[in-house]
């Protein structure tokens, strides 16, 4: 049987579908009560029955209405589809972004899922499960919220931006990061750091805040969001010509990414542990 590439749109909208549900699932569990909280990499970094039970919901879902695609997710791993090769689908997932802030009843986390196909992520939604916020992207087709399309900021002044970042939980990484972070603080306006990955590049899509960067950050992490604030216009990559990914994510638009990057690669961002 012949593969057939399927449109970026198709894929959204089964993405936005899947999401919808699956962050139906994550506000109704909060409302509950966490429950069976666990650790993973660190005592700090916290895993919930909901993260499970949501992956798993995302999981049928998409196994359901696509059983050849194959899934990344960040609780269970890979679970491999039954097409290989061109046009071959593999969705990205986080369920719950931001475990932490749920953990705390902090309302900034979320549900991100992300469409790649041969290795390229061309569809893409993040919905806040707490607040019901959406962001959708399509490669080459724009990024939105509520039907308003996404530009990013017209900052071009760092001094000026208000810049978004997060840490990680191995205390080591964590020094290392409030180095830099020392060594940044003085050339901007002001940090945030909200504590979800795909809201963070999400509001920086929508210009909420100038520009973001972190490192450490997996692709079920980063996928989603990183094609929202790419198709806003924001440049969205590593240090030195390098892929967004584990070793640092920068997105900017394109009169801050280059200062950004330069005070970066100064405080060796990507470096340490």
């Not at 890979?78 to 369920?95: C, E, K, Q, Y």
């Not at 205390?171 to 972070?181: D, F, G, I, T, W």
């Not at 100038?210 to 790419?230: F, I, Q, R, S």
Request: hydrophobic share 45%.
């Amino acid at each position: 049987m012949v593969s057939t590439r399927p449109s970026a749109d198709e894929l959204l909208e089964l993405a936005l579908r899947v999401a919808r549900e699956a962050a139906g699932t994550a506000r109704r569990m909060r409302t509950e009560g966490v429950s069976a909280v666990a650790t993973k990499s660190t005592v700090t970094d916290v895993v919930t029955a909901a993260d499970r039970a949501v992956e798993r919901q995302v999981v049928a879902a998409l196994r359901e209405a696509r059983p050849a695609d194959s899934v990344l997710g960040e609780e269970y791993g890979t679970a491999v589809g039954t097409v290989a090769g061109p046009g071959s689908v593999r969705w990205i997932l986080d369920p719950i972004d931001g475990t932490v802030n749920y953990l705390y009843g902090l309302p900034q986390y979320a549900v991100s899922l992300a469409a790649e196909v041969d290795g390229e992520v061309v569809a893409g939604v993040v919905i806040n499960a707490a607040t019901g916020d959406e962001w959708t992207a399509t490669r080459g087709g724009g990024a939105w919220r509520d039907g308003r399309r996404l530009a990013g900021s017209t900052e071009t002044d760092l001094g000026q931006a208000l810049v978004g970042t997060g840490f990680g939980y191995d205390p080591a990484r964590r020094s290392h990061q409030a180095n830099v972070l020392a060594g940044l603080i003085a050339h901007v306006r002001d940090i945030r750091r909200f504590g979800a990955a795909a809201l963070d590049l999400c509001l920086a899509a929508e210009g909420r805040v100038d520009a973001y960067y972190e490192k450490g950050l997996n692709a079920w992490d980063h996928a989603a969001g990183g094609l929202v604030a790419t198709e806003a216009g924001l440049r969205v990559a590593g240090l030195d010509g390098a892929p967004a990914g584990l070793d640092l994510v920068i997105a900017a638009p394109p009169a801050l990414f280059e200062p950004l990057h330069e005070r970066l690669a100064k405080l060796d961002a990507a470096g340490g542990p």
